[in-house]
């Protein structure tokens, strides 16, 4: 039987958090002074792992059942159900209380990756799928596919694609326990870097035009927020303040000005 399950996005897999209310009794760190597991079919090995990894510690009640899910599904457990902990002691009132936790887990089958494959791909045919950590037959890895989904975010905008999305699509076979991930992408158009602006006059005109020059070497060329970065860095002598703090000078000079039309991006310097 194979089970279509949509554009799943992958909260099964304990890759998005939950949704609780910020201020909710959930989102409040507690000491889990004892854990107990409630399951019909887990093994006791891994019952006692689960257990060793978070007795003890401190959590709210939101992240130790992401925390838990996300373990699973680390170890082929890609459709495992983890219900939202229950209390056997009072609420929680403040941080760091004290409590005793029971959670109900149904871990299922493990599953393996039959494949991986992509839709709507133009601009890097070749490199898509070696962006995830994991081959055709591994057993399904939650965290593999998420390095592989942040890696296909990172290829895309070093090249431009500013608007880029993706969306995983994941197809059960509950008979052979695999599954099929197709991603369905949404490149965008390709953004390129524009003009070097200045939001006010450079006190030292020399530096200003040293940076319109420098400003040559990646005008035209993808937009790439990494080579801004390195950019202002190699620049950083003409940016009063950004040699102290390089990792933060983009944030602290830069607005990008991006055109839909010209697919350009120009980069206005706000100088103190």
Same mark, same amino acid.
């Given at each position: 039987m194979r089970n279509a399950t949509g554009f799943l996005l992958f909260a099964s897999f304990g890759i998005v958090a939950l949704a609780q209310s910020p201020n909710g009794p959930y989102n409040i760190p507690a000491q889990i002074r004892t854990l107990t597991i409630v399951s @019909?079919?887990?093994s006791s090995?891994?019952?006692q792992n689960i257990v060793r990894a978070f007795q003890s510690k401190t959590y709210s009640l939101e992240e130790l059942q992401a925390r838990i899910r996300r373990g699973l599904g680390d170890i082929g457990f890609?459709?495992?159900s983890v219900e939202i902990p229950g209390l056997a002691t009072m609420p929680i009132h403040s941080a760091g209380q004290p409590v005793d936790v029971t959670v109900?887990? @149904?871990?299922?089958?493990?599953y393996q990756? @039959?494949?991986i494959q992509f839709e709507r791909r133009n601009a890097f045919q070749d490199e898509l799928r070696r962006q995830f950590p994991v081959a055709n037959g591994d057993v399904f890895k939650a965290t593999a596919i998420e390095e592989g989904l942040n890696n296909l975010r990172d290829l895309y905008a070093s090249h431009g694609y500013i608007n880029f999305g993706a969306v995983p699509n994941v197809q059960f076979d509950d008979v052979q326990h695999t599954l099929a991930l197709t991603i369905v992408l949404d490149e965008g158009a390709q953004y390129y870097f524009g003009r070097l602006l200045f939001h006010r006059a450079h006190p030292d005109q020399p530096a200003m035009s040293k940076l319109r020059r420098s400003w040559n070497s990646i005008e035209g060329k993808p937009y790439d927020y990494h080579l801004l970065e390195k950019w202002i860095r190699v620049n950083s002598v003409s940016l009063p303040g950004a040699a102290k703090a390089p990792d933060k000078a983009v944030e602290r000079y830069v607005?990008?000005?991006q055109s839909d039309e010209t697919h350009r991006v120009d980069i206005e310097l706000r100088l103190p």
């Open positions: @019909s079919d887990m090995e891994l019952r890609a459709k495992a109900r887990v @149904s871990v299922g089958a493990i990756i @039959s494949e607005t990008a000005h």
